[in-house]
Structures are given as C-alpha cells and as structure tokens.
C-alpha cells in the first residue's frame, strides 16, 4: 500500500489558499482514479483505489499543517508501511508557479507540514513539489501562501492538477522521471 498524502489546512475558508494545493491534488487524482468515497481515518480524511496494478491510500490530514505528520504516522502505522511507501504533495516557494517536480528526502524549507512529517516519519519520503512562485520578499511569503489562488491562475491551476492525475500512474510505478516529463509535456501543450 502506498499512501500518498496531501497536504493542506481543513476548514472551507482555506479552500482555495496556495498552501492548500497538496489537497487540491489528492482531490484531482480520487476524483480521476474513482477512488472509493473519502471517510474520517488517521486524524484526517482516507481514500482507497488503485492506479494500474498499485493500492493506494489517499489522505488529507484534518489536523493543521504544523500538525499533519501525525496523521501520516498513523496510516503508516496501521499499514505497517515503510518511510518509502510515502509520497507527500505540498505547495513549494522555491519553484516557479505550477511547475511539478518530484524529489525524496532533502531539507523542509521552513514547510511546517513537511517539517511535522519529518518529525514523525523521518524525511526519506517521496516529495510532489508543487510550484507556487516567490512573491519576491520574505516579508510577503505568508499572505502569498496563506493567500487565495487569484481568478487569472485558476485554469493554470486545473490544468497543472489534470497532468498530475493524468501521469500518476507514473508515480505509482516509482517512475519519477517519466510523471515530471509527462506532467511538463502536457502542461506544454
């Protein structure tokens, strides 16, 4: 069983905030994959199915961000997964905006998810950096995250969460090169 893991605040009035985009990508890959119906599990909201011949755990934690390792934890606990079983979708600063790459382990980059999961699973698990561009000075980075995708980057927005629930057979097989190839080909189009 794989667990792939989107990360996000609960709560309707942060919905559409850029730091909720991992959520946003679990939702796009269930919804796709027909993945049974989301239900309360593991301090967080669980979806089951399979991509190709692969089982999949969907989970939304319903903790908040600087919290959602621990919802990880206890799915890879009851699962008795491996810290590789873990793929975690997270927004990143550090990339340009809707730009996808894939990485396992390395640093959390003041990521308060990433960093709760770290502390709970260790940090040699899979990551789906989600691009959603610098606002320029550090002193704007939190209305930047914590701020809402704007109208003019909602269908750059669909069409990057399409490519990634189009080519996440490509994760599911572990071919990591081939879904950031076939995620930036379609996003090319």
Do not use: C
Not at 14 to 34: L, S
Not at 107 to 132: C, K, M, P, Q
């Amino acid at each position: 069983m794989q667990i792939w893991v989107g990360l996000g605040n609960p709560g309707a009035q942060y919905a559409m905030h850029r730091h909720n985009v991992g959520f946003m990508a679990v939702d796009t890959i269930a919804e796709v994959h027909n993945f049974d119906p989301w239900k309360k599990q593991f301090q967080g909201w669980a979806a089951q199915g399979r991509i190709g011949s692969e089982r999949i755990l969907l989970l939304k934690p319903a903790t908040f961000m600087n919290e959602s390792g621990r919802a990880v934890g206890e799915a890879m606990r009851f699962f008795k997964a491996e810290v590789g079983d873990v793929t975690v979708f997270h927004d990143e600063l550090d990339l340009a905006p809707f730009k996808v790459k894939v990485k396992i382990g390395g640093g959390t980059a003041g990521h308060n998810g990433l960093r709760s999961t770290e502390a709970h699973i260790g940090n040699a698990y899979r990551r789906v950096r989600l691009g959603i561009g610098h606002p320029g000075h550090k002193d704007r980075v939190t209305g930047h995250v914590l701020g809402n995708y704007a109208k003019s980057e909602l269908d750059p927005l669909a069409d990057m969460l399409g490519a990634i629930a189009s080519e996440a057979e490509w994760l599911a097989k572990g071919d990591d090169a081939r879904f950031m190839n076939d995620v930036a080909l379609r996003l090319a189009e």
